[in-house]
């Protein structure tokens, strides 16, 4: 694989900043360009660039994943047959005589000569301490516990938990239930005992996996208490198995058959032969929960097939993953992203763990573990990277970022002077792409690719499979304007199902009652003339002045132009008399002035649009945010319609839950006296 970067341009093309534009070399080495001459001679399809690729990808679904499977020599039997077996959303049925197990698909590497001695996982702490893993040590230790956790009772089906930081014996974890057909699932030891068991009550696990504690920003976080309290919620649980990261010492008698919690280095410790158990192609692999903003979360459960192939196609065609590069996202575990990791796995990559602060010491801590570890690709929150920039940082000076190649950036839309930013003040060739995709399917929909050019504030493509497009509120597909982002076809990594949604009621009632027979994900999206994308933030948070639609994260984008402003948040409220308050809450340092507001007007009207400017300014003390560090428009909107405080909000569900009684009581403010009456536009 190719390690050099593409070329940086600074010119203007149909009006659209090139910011970064792969080389030839480049191309002609990427894993796609190896996928396309493939398919031309085992397909008999001849694409000669991206976009003809993915317009196969989604006219011929079937015909694509088994060419994503037989390319990349899939572990398994039973793949006869067409792969789309039927085609219907919700309800597609993918390969029904297979059997694959997608934990045997990762360790496939340990078995290659090639890879098996290199590093797998390469963990760093906060004092750039850094140990590894190979693929052969992971391997063994993976085939170690799951042995164990058979002999403990654990079963295909069963449903192992875990209450783990950002830590390799995660990652070992997951693939060691996956290896014997047990159902994985992992919250992050921050998240509230009682937030923790709203989730895993539902699940009844047989077995919770624990730690002692973790250091975070300089200091010790102990979790003994925590695990108490979230073993004594769960009356179905049989055995905890505990990580002990702060003090490794084992208690006297620790081992696999002592009474009390176990001790995980005990269980890794065994050399066993390995022997990974084959499930149909949709058996549960783990179930991943919903933010939980409005109510109890709900368990998005993702099938072994679907992921193995989402994995190999994201990671290494999309993204140009493969052995000899290696993936670092600082990921809370609660969050999809972290996921991410274990799918960078399956296309031979190494990975970096790291339960740190992301800015532990300075703000620019991330780009420190990418030059320690030598990442090649970085992962990260748009938020984060506007935080370096904002800081006056210059992380290529300051560190070596010579092997970086790729920085994707997710969570939120990637204000255009951040994306600047990164090509000043990181690296000026990076390949610097936005994605946006969802826990729904633990991947992408729209994002990078290694073929085409990047312009500045557009999302390169549709990613290979997604049949994406925007739609009007009428169904009808619209280029050029806001729309509802829509999935026209099935992908084998949509969810198998919802956790005790036995009707499948849930599910259909989540995606497929807007656009009957269309996968409606709840973003605003904008598709360019060009094929390019724009995000504009979730649809039921989308604001509308006048039937037009807009999207809030227009406005946060724009108030990355305003220093003072350390967080937003906005909301549009319908009201009884037909008219519209859009009122726009700041964070700040120092006080409102009528200057400041008049500012921040100004600033959002140049780089919006008139229609973008708030009807009141409004200073609060900080923005509610969900683990994943999401802001909770929708629920905050609930407060100011008249729900009830007590269900519009679900407190366990947040970073900073105090704040909500500020919104609780401007909510109840507004609707006893309505909306203020001065107003600075």
């Given at each position: 694989m190719s390690t050099r970067n593409g070329a940086v341009h600074d010119g203007m093309a149909d009006g659209r900043q090139l910011t970064w534009l792969p080389t030839e070399e480049q191309r002609r080495a990427s894993r796609l360009w190896d996928f396309m001459a493939w398919v031309t001679r085992h397909r008999n399809v001849r694409p000669a660039d991206y976009r003809e690729v993915w317009r196969w990808s989604v006219r011929e679904p079937a015909d694509f994943w088994d060419a994503v499977r037989q390319y990349f020599g899939v572990v398994g039997e039973g793949f006869q047959g067409p792969a789309l077996a039927e085609e219907r959303m919700p309800g597609a049925v993918w390969y029904p005589h297979a059997r694959l197990n997608f934990a045997e698909n990762v360790l496939r590497h340990a078995r290659d000569p090639r890879l098996a001695e290199t590093t797998a996982v390469l963990t760093v702490d906060e004092d750039n301490a850094a140990s590894a893993l190979t693929w052969r040590q992971l391997a063994a230790q993976v085939t170690s516990l799951a042995a164990h956790l058979k002999r403990l009772g654990v079963e295909p089906g069963d449903r192992v938990a875990a209450v783990l930081p950002n830590l390799p014996e995660a990652v070992i974890g997951l693939l060691a239930a996956a290896s014997i057909g047990a159902v994985w699932t992992i919250n992050s030891p921050d998240l509230s005992a009682p937030s923790t068991l709203d989730r895993l009550l539902q699940l009844e696990p047989k077995i919770l996996i624990g730690v002692d504690g973790y250091r975070f920003n300089g200091k010790d976080v102990h979790r003994l208490d925590h695990l108490a309290e979230v073993e004594a919620g769960l009356p179905g649980l049989r055995h905890t198995i505990l990580v002990r990261h702060l003090d490794p010492a084992p208690e006297p008698g620790a081992g696999p058959v002592a009474s009390g919690r176990l001790d995980f280095a005990a269980l890794?410790?065994?050399?066993?032969?390995?022997?990974?158990?084959?499930?149909?192609?949709?058996?549960?692999?783990?179930?991943?929960?919903?933010?939980?903003?409005?109510?109890?979360?709900?368990?998005?459960?993702?099938?072994?097939?679907?992921?193995?192939?989402?994995?190999?196609?994201?990671?290494?065609?999309?993204?140009?993953?493969?052995?000899?590069?290696?993936?670092?996202?600082?990921?809370?575990?609660?969050?999809?992203?972290?996921?991410?990791?274990?799918?960078?796995?399956?296309?031979?990559a190494s990975v970096v763990t790291y339960a740190g602060s992301p800015t532990h010491r300075r703000k620019d801590r991330q780009f420190e573990v990418i030059a320690l570890t030598g990442a090649t690709m970085f992962a990260t929150g748009a938020a984060y990277l506007s935080l370096v920039e904002r800081s006056g940082l210059e992380p290529g000076t300051e560190w070596d970022l010579s092997l970086l190649r790729s920085i994707l950036s997710t969570g939120s839309p990637l204000p255009d002077s951040t994306w600047r930013w990164v090509h000043e003040q990181v690296k000026r060739d990076v390949h610097l792409g936005s994605d946006t995709g969802g826990t729904d399917i633990c991947s992408g929909f729209i994002g990078s690719n290694p073929l085409e050019p990047v312009h500045l504030g557009r999302l390169q493509g549709p990613l290979l499979g997604v049949a994406v497009e925007a739609r009007s509120e009428a169904g009808e597909r619209v280029v050029g304007e806001v729309g509802e982002m829509v999935i026209t076809r099935p992908m084998p990594s949509m969810p198998v199902s919802f956790w005790g949604d036995e009707d499948g009621a849930k599910y259909r009632g989540s995606y497929f009652e807007k656009f009957p027979g269309a996968w409606t994900q709840g973003d605003w999206i904008t598709e360019t003339p060009e094929g390019e994308f724009i995000v504009h933030g979730r649809s039921d948070a989308t604001l509308n002045r006048l039937g037009v639609r807009l999207g809030s994260g227009d406005i946060y984008a724009a108030l990355r132009h305003v220093p003072e402003v350390r967080d937003a948040l906005v909301l549009g409220l319908e009201q009884p008399d037909g008219g519209y308050w859009m009122p726009l809450f700041v964070v700040l340092d120092d006080e409102l002035t009528d200057e400041l507001k008049t500012k921040i007007n100004t600033t959002i009207r140049e780089h919006t649009s008139h229609r973008h400017v708030p009807d009141d300014i409004i200073a609060a003390p900080a923005v509610p945010v969900t683990h994943a560090l999401k802001k909770i428009e929708v629920p905050i909107k609930k407060l100011f319609t008249g729900h009830d405080p007590a269900t519009a909000v679900n407190r366990g569900s947040l970073a900073n839950p105090e704040v909500v009684d500020w919104y609780v009581d401007q909510a109840q403010r507004f609707r006893t006296e309505g909306r203020p009456r001065t107003r600075v536009r």
């Open positions: 890794v410790a065994d050399d066993v032969e390995p022997a990974c158990l084959r499930v149909p192609f949709d058996h549960p692999l783990w179930i991943l929960f919903s933010s939980g903003t409005t109510g109890s979360p709900k368990g998005i459960v993702h099938g072994h097939g679907g992921m193995t192939l989402e994995a190999l196609k994201g990671t290494a065609l999309n993204q140009d993953m493969g052995p000899g590069d290696r993936y670092y996202v600082a990921a809370n575990t609660s969050w999809m992203v972290w996921n991410t990791l274990v799918n960078t796995l399956m296309s031979g």
